[in-house]
């Protein structure tokens, strides 16, 4: 596979992507290509509300295209696993402006 500098270390690893429309999607990452584009398995989207928890909407087998990835993460899973994202509070992220 060729794509994005440092993706292929990030393979069969849990990542967190942002978009350009600021969704946040989690998954573990399962391929990419020459464009960026990237496929996530047992992924879910995390939705922030400043009134409520973060809602986890799950996706399952989900791509992304390459375009549409503003930043993607390596997630410390072990951390992860530690937040109370039902009490955790945040705005909502703005779509990235070009």
């Given at each position: 596979m060729s794509g994005g500098p440092g993706l292929e270390s990030l393979v069969d690893q849990t990542i967190s992507v942002i978009t350009n429309d600021g969704r946040n999607i989690?998954?573990?990452?399962?391929?990419?290509?020459?464009?960026?584009?990237?496929?996530?398995?047992?992924?879910?989207?995390?939705?922030?509300?400043?009134?409520?928890?973060?809602?986890?909407?799950?996706?399952?087998?989900?791509?992304?295209?390459?375009d549409n990835i503003s930043v993607v993460g390596e997630l410390d899973e072990d951390l992860d696993a530690h937040l109370d994202l039902s009490k955790l509070r945040a705005h909502p992220l703005k779509p990235v402006i070009h």
């Open positions: 989690v998954g573990v990452l399962k391929g990419f290509d020459q464009a960026t584009n990237i496929i996530l398995d047992e992924s879910h989207e995390r939705v922030y509300s400043t009134k409520e928890g973060v809602q986890q909407l799950v996706l399952g087998l989900y791509i992304i295209r390459g």
